[in-house]
């Protein structure tokens, strides 16, 4: 079946300091994988995606590449701020469901 | 612009009302999606309209009625809600939709937060 699995949170990190949020699948055929944002109170925001393996995605500071080899999608920021304090979730869709598959999110605190 | 609208913001209804959520986005897109979320968890999928046609039902309790009266609009229409229906409600669009052949992003509001008491 089609799965995501991210890592447990919270993540709590200074100002600056580099992110990384794993995250793993299990999928049939050759999903789309995104990174959405979450921040409090509000909607989910599309962060980043990527469709193909080795593909990079990156917006707003943040990068993910697609590795099929190791079935991961983890996420990156080299410096974090603040404002980056959000629950993020990982996810699949299968090709031609139209469905996402939502990891579990993981918390992201960022602390002055 | 890649704006998706909800209303309201906020809604309180007792077990026995009858209310509607109501979403639009003005993007061109075909397929719009509704999901639940409780807190701390992942939205869970309820509904996909593509084409306005209902494409996926994820065996939703009848208490809960979607309609997309045209391409831009979806509703929810809600009556004898129980306390553990108590969420936020999230709508979403996509640029085409199941079967379509690829996979487009979906994009979401900012979400009504359901309170049944």
């Known amino acids: 079946g089609n799965s995501v699995t991210q890592m447990e949170g919270p993540v709590t990190l200074s100002e600056e300091a580099f992110l990384t949020i794993n995250c793993t699948y299990t999928?049939?055929?050759?999903?789309?994988l995104f990174w959405y944002v979450q921040y409090p109170g509000e909607g989910l925001q599309l962060l980043l995606k990527a469709t193909k393996a080795d593909d990079k995605g990156s917006n707003k500071g943040f990068e993910a590449t697609y590795r099929k080899e190791t079935t991961s999608f983890h996420l990156e920021k080299g410096s974090v701020q603040v404002s980056d304090s959000a629950v993020y979730f990982c996810?699949?869709?299968?090709?031609?469901?139209?469905?996402?598959?939502f990891g579990q999110g993981t918390t992201l605190q960022v602390k002055p | 612009d890649t704006e998706v609208t909800q209303t309201p913001k906020h809604l309180v209804m007792g077990m026995t009302n009858k209310k509607s959520l109501k979403c639009e986005q003005h993007m061109g897109h075909r397929a719009m999606y509704w999901y639940k979320q409780k807190a701390k968890k992942p939205p869970e999928l309820m509904f996909v309209y593509s084409y306005e046609k209902l494409s996926i039902n994820e065996s939703v309790p009848s208490r809960f009625s979607p309609e997309c009266p045209n391409s831009s609009l979806l509703n929810l229409h809600l009556h004898a809600l129980q306390p553990e229906d108590s969420a936020l409600y999230l709508c979403?669009?996509?640029?085409?939709?199941?079967?379509?052949?690829?996979?487009?992003?979906?994009?979401f509001g900012p979400g009504t937060r359901l309170t049944v008491t």
């Open positions: 999928a049939t055929g050759y999903p789309s």
């Open positions: 996810a699949l869709s299968p090709a031609n469901t139209g469905k996402l598959i």
């Open positions: 979403a669009s996509s640029q085409d939709g199941p079967g379509r052949g690829f996979f487009y992003e979906q994009y």
